[in-house]
């Protein structure tokens, strides 16, 4: 009860704060002039540069309408989502029992991590020829590609928590006879979660990313030969828009795009949040 | 972990502090201690690892998949030859053009994004009102991942060269205004509060204290900034570019010279982080203060 | 003597141990290797009896928090033994037990599972062990605060959690390091409070740490001057003030004020030292190495 | 330098009276000052009709828990904050009041922070000629000479060119005072500045304050939540209630400066202790009982 309360409070305030409006203010404004822009070669008979070849956001919208209407549209995204529910869990469950492992074990470490800090400067996207090669589909090389945006950063990440946990918190544990089991159990792993939420976070965006390019890159792209096969997922499609002159779909696959990562950032954080009670204010 | 490691405390603290030894004395000192340390030994049986795998599956077992990729010494001979079988090696010049556009799109972007995204941070996070009307204008374009442009981008600037910069220059911008703002947001107010009482005007304390106390982050954007930048460049190359290493990659693929392919791949990898070392190398450069203080063990 | 028959009246509940005696024998400790070599304590002798309450006290960055680590084993003395019972140390153990400067609660647990941390560790989550629990938040003033996180409380009850979790586990030895350090001066007289009372009823052989006169003397049945760095004891104060204290009767007493003259007098002298070298101040490496072992 | 022979020129007078020299500037007087966050009526009510005078060239010390409104007053004087209602003067010219509710911040009111304001990316004499180079009422040379002089006199010779975060805590704190004195300001205003010092460090950083004030005689007010260190330092102390915060005891010390560490176990300091204590340690549980966060 007092939740719904203090919801509701909350946006109300927040509905009627000078922030809200401004913002609304500043998103109508950046509307016009891209509307203004987009149709200046009609209106006034000359074309703004870049902002002329840009389709009219009320162009966008409608085509955004048409689109909701077509299954193929949600075929795509659901292809989409699905490679990057894969490459995540993936490089989840490789990347936290990796990364536990090099912060526990200072031998593992030293074996492992400057070999994996070799291969971490090379962006993904470069591993799609050779991933292509080596996996036998294309939607296996995808995914492969996917889960190596999310994993460096996973691992990262939790490497950095790990590393940071208060030595004091051993110590105390130590102290009170902690078995080792016990420490990693109840110390080492609640301590690096809000790392490992931080990195799930960030890799998910990543993971976005990826899959949009790599569909384009063995989609279509200069390397259109290899396109077909698998296919499909909202890079391809903004990519055969492209390629099919329609640029009012770039621009709706692209804002389709932005709001698939930015849920799936949310629903993590969210999880994040419910994982982590401890980090709660007040 | 438990254990204090005190090879990983910097030497300063280990002295009284009175640079009664010269700093090659403390380099050679800190040297001896790593070799006297198991890990320059650890790291050599892991690279012995990863490239005797490499090595072993491709070229001796040939097991399934591996097979079909580049081996070892395929790649190294290639890479080192003078007569490259697939034309690329380090004696061509055609491999330092490719390096060379790279880096030339990597920098153009690079400075632009970081010329308009750290005025633009630090005004955000500076001004309220400013940040009330630009920021969501900001958002709201900001989960469109970079690489999503790439069709779009080519619609709007003619050429191949325009998009692959343009690409990169927003994955950086993003970063770099982000950070900066934030940057700002995190000076205490306490700084700003006693320039004020000491009598600075409002760009004094703008160029006295919101700037060089934003620079730790500022930095920290700027070294995201290089990553996504290597990383949209690679995805622009590859799809719309002319020349560039991301170029290089996939013709090398549609071509079917497969070792060239890893030949570009670990080109990415040095020549990528040669770059963030550089800006790593500037930001401790510009922040002496703070290197200096760090060095004593981190009192903030 | 007066300890013994109140130490009786626990005994009905408990079995009957008062902790036990530690002795720390010349003991030296430096930190890097050769020419780098740094030494914090130098020679350092003292003992602390059983079911005693000895507090430590000297300038800050003198080498106390580093004698700490040695007595409860996470670092070993370069020269000099430390026995436990006449048993030399030779790691952490479930006889010692630590209560850390600032606070090393949790922060992932609530306040009743951090207060069951240790039992749990041990398998030992009984009944018996629950009921205690429950008896040491009452005592520490933190039954409705069972299930909100380190966090949620303010620093003077992370304080006493952190006192309660440790209590729980019945150490012969228990370590404090400046326990209440960075509290407000009114919080800290309250912490005292409770801590003595808590002190009173559990009687185990205790070394306390801190930098604040009144509170050694409030607390302490021995207070040990410290020299500045590398540390060794300067002087040994004992304090026979009649147990239980009252803050207010033991501020206005003569006694306590006479010791209150002779330690200031001390204390002075060797803080000072570190502030004579100004920017040089041993102070600075001490800091920095501590911050860095502390946060790692 | 060592802050116990404390090489003072200014000869006490008895009852720590101020000696004819002195400047007699910086006095504050606070009228009736109250300050609510929120809106009026349903806001916080921080500091409630609040009125008393901070004498020209002497310290006065206001004691209370912590959050208790002290270091809103403190605002209030330094120009951070506005108060709600009430005037606020300094030396007969009104800093806030009536038709101007927020002071401006000014070089004549100096704060010295909780836990501290040093510059990190400046050098110690950057941040000690700071004040006179914003002004611009010294040119850089003069600021310079003017600062390694203070630096001198205060015994931190040898560390200009070093950074804040390369000293130690309670060195930085007077490297912040020197920047204070370096404008030559009518008050000082001090918010709780050892607060984060063990209490050894902190009772030589009271000798090393009471040094500077002798050869200064620039007016302090000092915020604490320290009995002890108000005692030990204040000709005033203002003991004042929890928040809502109005003064609860207004007491003049009457132990002669110039002060050492010996005066904490004379009689005469007890008796301030005593007089003191119950009134301190009532607000505090007071306080305590609210479940105030102390930090």
């Given at each position: 009860m007092n939740a719904i309360k203090g919801f509701v409070l909350k946006t109300i305030s927040f509905v009627t704060g000078e922030d809200f409006w401004r913002g609304i203010v500043a998103i109508i404004v950046f509307l016009l002039f891209w509307e203004t822009g987009s149709r200046s070669q009609s209106w006034f008979g000359v074309a703004f540069p870049w902002v002329s070849q840009v389709p009219a956001p009320t162009a966008v919208l409608q085509e955004m309408y048409r689109l909701i209407q077509d299954p193929s549209f949600w075929h795509s995204a659901y292809l989409s989502t699905l490679r990057v529910t894969e490459g995540f869990l993936a490089a989840m469950v490789i990347g936290i029992p990796l990364g536990l492992a090099m912060a526990v074990s200072k031998t593992f470490y030293g074996i492992s991590f400057p070999?994996?800090?070799?291969?971490?400067?090379?962006?993904?996207?470069?591993?799609?020829?050779?991933?292509?090669?080596?996996?036998?589909?294309?939607?296996?090389?995808?995914?492969?590609?996917?889960?190596?945006?999310?994993?460096?950063?996973?691992?990262?990440?939790?490497?950095?928590?790990?590393?940071?946990?208060?030595?004091?918190?051993?110590?105390?544990?130590?102290?009170?006879?902690?078995?080792?089991?016990?420490?990693?159990?109840?110390?080492?792993?609640?301590?690096?979660?809000?790392?490992?939420?931080?990195?799930?976070?960030?890799?998910?965006?990543?993971?976005?990313?990826?899959?949009?390019?790599?569909?384009?890159?063995?989609?279509?792209?200069?390397?259109?030969?290899?396109?077909?096969?698998?296919?499909?997922?909202?890079?391809?499609?903004?990519?055969?828009?492209?390629?099919?002159?329609?640029?009012?779909?770039?621009?709706?696959?692209?804002?389709?795009?932005?709001?698939?990562?930015?849920?799936?950032?949310?629903?993590?954080?969210?999880?994040?949040?419910?994982?982590?009670?401890?980090?709660?204010?007040? | 972990m438990s254990e204090t490691d005190l090879t990983k405390l910097p030497i300063n603290t280990l002295l009284d502090?009175?640079?009664?030894?010269?700093?090659?004395?403390?380099?050679?000192?800190?040297?001896?201690?790593?070799?006297?340390?198991?890990?320059?030994?650890?790291?050599?049986?892991?690279?012995?690892?990863?490239?005797?795998?490499?090595?072993?599956?491709v070229e001796v077992w040939k097991l399934p998949r591996f097979a079909e990729m580049p081996g070892l010494t395929t790649v190294v001979s290639e890479w080192l030859s003078k007569n490259p079988i697939y034309g690329l090696s380090i004696f061509v010049d055609e491999y330092y053009l490719h390096i060379w556009v790279s880096i030339r799109r990597i920098a153009i972007a690079f400075f632009l994004a970081t010329a308009i995204g750290v005025p633009l941070g630090l005004f955000l996070g500076w001004s309220k009102r400013f940040k009330q009307f630009v920021f969501p204008v900001f958002e709201l374009l900001r989960p469109i991942p970079p690489l999503a442009w790439v069709p779009l981008a080519i619609v709007m600037f003619h050429g191949s060269e325009t998009p692959v910069i343009f690409l990169t220059f927003l994955a950086s911008f993003y970063a770099t205004a982000l950070n900066t703002m934030l940057g700002v947001q995190s000076i205490d107010i306490s700084y700003v509060r006693a320039a004020s009482c000491l009598g600075a005007k409002r760009w004094q304390i703008f160029r006295h204290i919101i700037v060089p106390g934003a620079l730790p982050f500022i930095f920290t954007g700027l070294q995201i900034s290089v990553g996504v930048a290597w990383f949209s460049l690679v995805a622009g190359e590859m799809v719309s570019g002319q020349y560039g290493l991301g170029y290089v990659i996939n013709t090398s693929y549609t071509m079917v010279r497969y070792p060239t392919i890893i030949i570009g791949m670990v080109t990415l990898g040095i020549v990528g982080y040669v770059t963030s070392a550089m800006v790593r190398v500037l930001g401790d450069y510009m922040m002496q203060w703070r290197t200096r203080e760090l060095a004593l063990g981190g009192e903030r | 003597m007066q300890q013994m028959t109140q130490l009786s009246s626990l005994a009905a509940s408990k079995p009957l141990s008062v902790g036990s005696e530690i002795k720390v024998n010349n003991v030296s400790k430096s930190y890097g290797a050769d020419n780098f070599a740094k030494e914090v304590v130098h020679n350092c002798s003292f003992t602390i009896d059983r079911g005693k309450l000895t507090v430590m006290i000297g300038p800050s960055g003198c080498g106390k928090s580093t004698l700490i680590r040695l007595v409860a084993g996470f670092e070993r003395p370069t020269s000099g033994t430390i026995t436990i019972d006449d048993k030399p140390v030779t790691g952490p153990g479930v006889d010692r037990l630590v209560v850390f400067q600032e606070t090393a609660l949790f922060p992932w647990m609530t306040t009743y599972d951090n207060i069951m941390y240790g039992p749990r560790a041990r398998n030992e989550d009984t009944a018996e062990m629950r009921g205690f629990a429950e008896t040491l938040l009452q005592k520490v003033g933190l039954s409705a605060f069972r299930k909100k996180y380190p966090s949620q409380l303010s620093g003077g009850m992370q304080r006493r959690a952190e006192l309660a979790r440790s209590m729980i586990n019945k150490p012969n030895v228990m370590i404090l390091d400046e326990p209440f350090r960075g509290l407000d001066a009114m919080t800290k007289k309250l912490m005292q409070e409770y801590y003595a009372n808590l002190y009173n009823e559990f009687r185990r052989t205790t070394f306390f740490v801190t930098t604040d006169i009144d509170e050694a003397i409030y607390l302490a049945d021995r207070i040990l001057i410290m020299t500045n760095i590398p540390t060794r004891v300067r002087a040994v104060i004992d304090v026979n003030l009649p147990r239980p204290r009252q803050v207010e009767n033991v501020v206005e007493s003569d006694e306590a004020n006479a010791i209150k003259m002779q330690a200031l007098g001390l204390l002075h002298e060797e803080a000072m030292k570190s502030f004579a070298r100004g920017s040089k101040a041993a102070a600075d490496f001490i800091d920095a190495y501590s911050k860095r072992v502390g946060k790692q | 330098m060592n802050p116990t022979s404390a090489s003072v020129a200014v000869s006490a007078l008895p009852g720590g009276a101020i000696p004819a020299q002195a400047a007699r500037t910086g006095k504050v007087r606070i009228i009736d000052a109250v300050k609510y966050y929120g809106a009026a009526g349903t806001g916080v009510l921080a500091v409630d009709h609040c009125t008393f005078e901070v004498p020209a060239g002497e310290i006065t010390v206001v004691v209370g828990p912590s959050g208790c409104g002290k270091t809103t007053l403190l605002n209030a004087i330094a120009g951070f904050h506005s108060l709600s209602s009430g005037s606020i003067y300094l030396d007969d010219e009104m800093l806030c009041g009536p038709g101007k509710l927020k002071a401006e911040p000014g070089p004549d009111r100096i704060v010295v922070f909780q836990n501290g304001a040093l510059f990190p990316w400046k050098t110690n004499i950057e941040n000690i000629t700071f004040g006179p180079m914003m002004q611009g009422r010294l040119t850089r040379a003069e600021a310079y000479e003017k600062a390694r002089d203070m630096m001198a006199d205060a015994g931190l010779r040898g560390i200009e060119n070093n950074y804040p975060g390369e000293i130690s805590s309670g060195v930085r704190r007077r490297v912040e005072i020197v920047r204070a004195l370096m404008n030559d300001p009518k008050i000082l205003l001090l918010d709780e500045p050892y607060r984060a010092l063990d209490s050894l460090t902190k009772s030589v950083m009271h000798e090393a304050l009471l040094e500077i004030f002798y050869k200064n005689r620039v007016t302090i007010f000092f915020i604490t939540h320290d009995l002890e260190e108000a005692i030990f330092l204040g000709h005033r102390v203002v003991i004042m209630t929890t928040r809502p915060c109005r003064p609860k005891k207004i007491l003049d010390i009457d132990i002669p400066h110039p002060r050492d560490y010996s005066v904490l176990t004379t009689k005469r300091f007890r008796e301030f202790m005593d007089e003191t204590a119950a009134a301190v340690h009532e607000e505090a549980t007071k306080a305590f009982a609210a479940g105030e966060k102390e930090r």
């Open positions: 070999v994996f800090e070799v291969l971490r400067p090379i962006p993904p996207l470069a591993w799609v020829p050779a991933a292509i090669i080596f996996w036998p589909t294309q939607e296996l090389s995808i995914a492969f590609v996917t889960f190596l945006g999310a994993f460096f950063t996973i691992v990262i990440n939790v490497i950095g928590g790990a590393q940071a946990i208060d030595v004091r918190y051993f110590q105390a544990a130590r102290s009170m006879g902690s078995s080792t089991w016990d420490i990693f159990r109840r110390i080492i792993l609640p301590g690096t979660l809000p790392s490992i939420v931080v990195g799930a976070t960030v890799g998910i965006g990543i993971t976005w990313a990826v899959v949009v390019a790599a569909e384009m890159i063995s989609g279509g792209g200069s390397a259109g030969s290899v396109g077909g096969a698998a296919g499909g997922g909202l890079g391809f499609f903004i990519w055969n828009s492209y390629v099919g002159g329609s640029y009012t779909q770039i621009v709706a696959g692209m804002i389709s795009i932005g709001m698939a990562g930015y849920l799936s950032s949310a629903i993590l954080r969210k999880i994040g949040e419910w994982m982590t009670p401890w980090l709660a204010e007040g | 502090r009175s640079d009664q030894m010269s700093s090659t004395a403390v380099a050679m000192h800190r040297l001896s201690l790593w070799l006297a340390s198991p890990r320059p030994y650890l790291m050599m049986i892991g690279f012995g690892l990863f490239l005797g795998f490499w090595y072993l599956s | - | -």
